[in-house]
């Protein structure tokens, strides 16, 4: 199984932060990686796919960038809404479809 | 807009079988390119796939659950389901469906996803 190991786990950020979380795959997955935010008690939500296409309706300050073993994703200028847990995952190499273990993203 | 709704019981006794049912509305089941998933959530952890189905049929499973899991399709009904038998209290999650946007030789993506339903596995 590919695993995917985001770092950090967790992150203290401010409102108008620039903001970068890292997810890092144990053998290529080329570009077929996605990020997903996750708010308490809601589902996760598409935010990129293909390691750098913005799902449709996701703010242009959401942005992704990687490709092989490493990828990261990027908010340019946190939001209040923007405070959630972030998770990667790959569907290069499946069965079975496998995602980070979450980047929970906190107010400071 | 595509919506997933899950339905089933909350409560599962250990050893018994969790059946769980997806219905979709706004959309068809029956398009191509798309496959139908479950995903799970135990409480405070991360995200593990559990399996997709095609409306023909087909399915791919997680090998970790591949021995207790299996998942159906109703196209009549625009619905699909789950049931994982013999379970125990590592079974206990929040449990949803999600559509998987698939082809041959290209990313695929879960979105969107269900609300979720969570089932407890519990005597």
Redesign the interface.
């Known amino acids: 199984?590919v695993q995917l190991t985001q770092s950090p786990s967790s992150l203290s950020a401010s409102v108008g932060d620039r903001v970068t979380i890292t997810c890092r795959a144990s053998q290529s997955v080329t570009?077929?990686?996605?990020w997903?935010q996750q708010k308490p008690g809601?589902?996760?939500?598409?935010l990129i796919?293909?390691?750098s296409t913005l799902?449709s309706g996701v703010p242009s300050r959401f942005s992704g960038s990687g490709s092989g073993t490493d990828f990261t994703l990027t908010i340019s200028s946190l939001q209040p809404e923007d405070f959630a847990t972030y998770?990667c995952?790959q569907?290069?190499n499946?069965?079975?479809?496998?995602?980070?273990?979450?980047t929970k993203l906190e107010i400071k | 807009q595509l919506q997933l709704q899950e339905s089933g019981p909350g409560l599962v006794k250990p050893s018994e079988t969790l059946s769980l049912t997806c219905t979709v509305s706004g959309g068809s089941i029956s398009s191509d390119n798309y496959y139908w998933?479950w995903i799970r959530q135990p409480p405070g952890k991360?995200?593990?796939?559990i399996?997709n189905i095609y409306y023909s049929g087909n399915t791919?499973?997680?090998?970790?659950l591949k021995s207790r899991v299996t998942l159906f399709v109703d196209t009549s009904k625009n619905q699909f389901s789950l049931k994982l038998y013999s379970v125990t209290a590592a079974d206990t999650a929040l449990y949803?469906c999600?559509r998987l946007?698939w082809e041959v030789l290209s990313?695929?993506?879960?979105?969107?996803?269900?609300?979720?339903t969570p089932v407890i596995v519990s005597s």
């Open positions: 199984d570009s077929y990686l996605n997903y809601k589902a996760p939500k598409l796919y293909a390691a799902q998770y995952q569907s290069y499946t069965p079975p479809y496998t995602f980070g273990q979450g | 998933a991360g995200l593990e796939w399996g791919y499973y997680n090998p970790s949803y999600a946007k990313p695929n993506w879960f979105d969107p996803w269900g609300q979720g």
